[in-house]
């Protein structure tokens, strides 16, 4: 069997010593990262943000896989910039770091098998969507392809939908918003914050009708919701105390449904304050288009008051603490 020179076995003993200090180094590299993270939190935890960012930028230095590090590292940059101060060169880079760790934690974090590490990286989307918002960069073209990965990932979670539909909205491309809102509601037609979303929506452009369907729908789905059918009711009275084209028809149509779909709330919780008022204001406005001095209109209005006093009764007693 043939020996090693002296040279072959000097270079054979580098080579070991070698392999042993990476794995030092990099032991004492993870060590470093921890205690800085540690430190790190401290400071995040007190809103610290200046102090926190130096100290995570210490951890990635140190330990660049401690990917939770990033978002921390991004949103201490996103604390420190200012909206006030937009336009300032300082100011404005904090913005980019934060973005550029935004991205690092969401590509480390999103697809992650531990389901803390996998909230971490959907925050990390979130939050790099908000960046590009109206206050912060106005740059709805890069935050639309950030929601749609939000989709992908979470193709159930209906707030990644009405992400995705605000940017089409703002942008004035309606019928994509409504086909993400739409979208939404085949991704999880039993959550009511869907149809709410819906009916602000269509709410914002003038469809009444669209409106008033999706509160219906919402109804629906929480048939012992007193809230739901309370709500209904506050659109029409808006509806019809605010519309000035509506035809005297449409405007006793509206107040009538109005009427309807508070009772229903009240049938549900007798003692609904919110209910009560807006009976109230739903009689008066019935009274207003009765005759003048009828006996209609004084027990309309007659009604209305005994609401009102009842409401502002139960008000006084919450208020005292009495059940």
């Given at each position: 069997?043939?020996?090693?020179?002296?040279?072959?076995?000097?270079?054979?003993?580098?080579?070991?010593?070698?392999?042993?200090?990476?794995?030092?180094?990099?032991?004492?590299?993870e060590i470093k990262?921890?205690?800085?993270?540690?430190?790190?939190?401290?400071?995040?935890?007190?809103?610290?943000?200046?102090?926190?960012?130096?100290?995570?930028?210490e951890?990635?230095?140190?330990?660049p896989?401690l990917?939770?590090?990033?978002?921390?590292?991004?949103n201490?940059?996103?604390?420190?910039?200012?909206?006030?101060?937009k336009?300032?060169?300082?100011?404005?880079?904090?913005?980019?770091?934060?973005?550029?760790?935004?991205?690092?934690?969401?590509?480390?974090?999103?697809?992650?098998?531990?389901?803390?590490n996998?909230?971490?990286?959907?925050?990390s989307?979130?939050y790099?969507?908000?960046?590009?918002?109206?206050?912060?960069?106005?740059?709805?073209?890069?935050?639309?392809?950030?929601?749609?990965?939000?989709?992908?990932?979470?193709?159930g979670?209906?707030?990644?939908?009405?992400?995705?539909?605000?940017?089409?909205?703002d942008?004035?491309?309606?019928?994509?918003?409504?086909?993400?809102?739409?979208s939404?509601?085949?991704?999880?037609?039993?959550d009511?914050a869907?149809?709410?979303?819906?009916?602000?929506?269509?709410?914002?452009?003038?469809?009444?009708?669209?409106?008033?369907?999706?509160?219906?729908?919402?109804?629906?789905?929480e048939?012992?919701?007193?809230?739901?059918?309370?709500?209904?009711?506050?659109?029409?009275?808006?509806?019809?105390?605010?519309?000035?084209?509506?035809?005297?028809?449409?405007?006793?149509?509206?107040?009538?449904?109005?009427?309807?779909?508070?009772?229903h709330?009240?049938?549900?919780?007798?003692?609904?304050?919110?209910?009560?008022?807006?009976?109230?204001?739903?009689?008066?406005?019935?009274?207003?288009?009765?005759?003048?001095?009828?006996?209609?209109?004084?027990?309309?209005?007659?009604?209305?008051?005994?609401?009102?006093?009842?409401?502002?009764e139960?008000?006084?007693?919450k208020a005292?603490?009495v059940?």
């Open positions: 069997m043939r020996s090693l020179s002296g040279a072959s076995l000097a270079m054979a003993a580098v080579l070991a010593f070698g392999g042993f200090a990476s794995v030092g180094c990099a032991k004492v590299g990262a921890k205690k800085a993270f540690k430190s790190a939190n401290q400071a995040y935890q007190t809103q610290d943000y200046k102090k926190a960012a130096a100290l995570y930028e951890t990635v230095a140190a330990d896989e990917a939770s590090a990033y978002f921390y590292l991004g201490s940059y996103d604390n420190l910039y200012k909206p006030s101060k336009g300032e060169p300082e100011n404005d880079a904090l913005l980019t770091k934060a973005v550029e760790n935004y991205q690092k934690a969401a590509e480390k974090l999103s697809s992650s098998n531990d389901p803390a996998k909230k971490l990286g959907t925050l989307l979130q790099l969507v908000a960046s590009y918002g109206p206050d912060k960069l106005n740059d709805p073209a890069k935050a639309e392809p950030v929601v749609q990965r939000m989709i992908q990932l979470e193709p979670e209906p707030a990644n939908y009405f992400a995705l539909a605000k940017i089409y909205e942008a004035g491309a309606y019928e994509e918003a409504e086909k993400m809102l739409q939404a509601k085949q991704a999880k037609p039993s009511p869907v149809y709410m979303t819906l009916a602000g929506y269509y709410n914002r452009q003038g469809r009444f009708d669209k409106t008033i369907e999706a509160l219906e729908e919402r109804a629906q789905k048939p012992n919701n007193p809230e739901a059918f309370y709500t209904i009711a506050t659109y029409y009275w808006d509806e019809a105390y605010r519309d000035f084209k509506l035809k005297e028809s449409e405007k006793k149509a509206f107040v009538g449904k109005g009427v309807e779909a508070v009772d709330a009240l049938q549900i919780k007798p003692d609904y304050t919110e209910a009560l008022v807006y009976k109230n204001l739903l009689l008066r406005l019935q009274a207003n288009m009765e005759v003048n001095g009828s006996d209609k209109q004084k027990e309309l209005i007659k009604e209305a008051d005994r609401l009102r006093d009842k409401a502002q139960l008000r006084k007693q005292a603490g059940s």
